[in-house]
């Protein structure tokens, strides 16, 4: 019972060898070096964006009206490059 056990295990991961063999050789091949993209010639990292805010001027109000930080989410106003 234990031999035959053995014997569909091994057959199995021979038969999961094989599928895998081919199926890896149906793909197409890793690009070249000279196939890869290349990255503009910039100094910032892909996806980063560099832009500089100026803060809005806050009200300045007693102790009993203060503004609350979820109260000043996105009060800032973006500044060109001319304007730095």
Request: hydrophobic share 40%; glycine share 8%; no cysteine.
């Amino acid at each position: 019972m234990h031999i035959l056990v053995g014997l569909i295990v091994v057959t199995v991961l021979l038969a999961g060898f094989v599928l895998g063999f081919r199926l890896q050789r149906g793909t197409t091949p890793p690009p070249l070096p000279h196939e890869q993209p290349r990255r503009p010639a910039t100094d910032r990292l892909p996806g980063e964006i560099s832009e500089f805010r100026r803060a809005v001027a806050v009200p300045h109000l007693d102790r009993t009206q203060r503004l609350r930080p979820y109260q000043l989410w996105g009060r800032t106003e973006r500044v060109t490059a001319a304007e730095d």
